[in-house]
């Protein structure tokens, strides 16, 4: 069973940048792609991006080059880096370990608990 877990969120004013981290149990690679979900509260939980074993990096439309994903093989870490952050951004962030290379919830097959991230002023 494959284990993932976030950590670096927190409290943040807008403007302000986190960098959030995964640590999966297997090889980052030994699943077709990794990805970062967000859940707003009282919101539908959405993709955010996603990055495939072959370094293609999908993100979603609201991201407009603020956020990067990037992985740390050796250490089996995917890294969510967010800048310019927005209240709207406030929201769960969970790493998800993908079947396939659609930033899709459908095709999750393991999800991390979560970590918090909290923009306000």
């Known amino acids: 069973q494959v284990q993932l877990v976030e950590s670096g969120g927190g409290a943040v004013q807008p403007g302000g940048s986190l960098r959030l981290s995964c640590a999966a149990s297997q090889s980052i690679n030994s699943s077709p792609a990794m990805a970062w979900f967000r859940q707003p509260p009282g919101k539908p939980r959405e993709g955010v991006a996603l990055?495939?074993?072959?370094?293609?990096?999908t993100y979603a439309a609201f991201v407009k080059g603020r956020f990067i994903i990037s992985r740390v093989e050796s250490k089996n870490t995917v890294d969510l880096e967010l800048n310019n952050l927005k209240p709207e951004d406030t929201a769960i962030y969970y790493c998800?370990?993908?079947?396939?290379?659609?930033?899709?919830?459908?095709?999750?097959?393991?999800w991390g608990q979560g970590t918090q991230v909290t923009v306000s002023s």
């Open positions: 998800a370990r993908m079947r396939g290379r659609q930033l899709s919830g459908s095709w999750v097959t393991s």
């Open positions: 990055i495939a074993n072959d370094g293609i990096k």
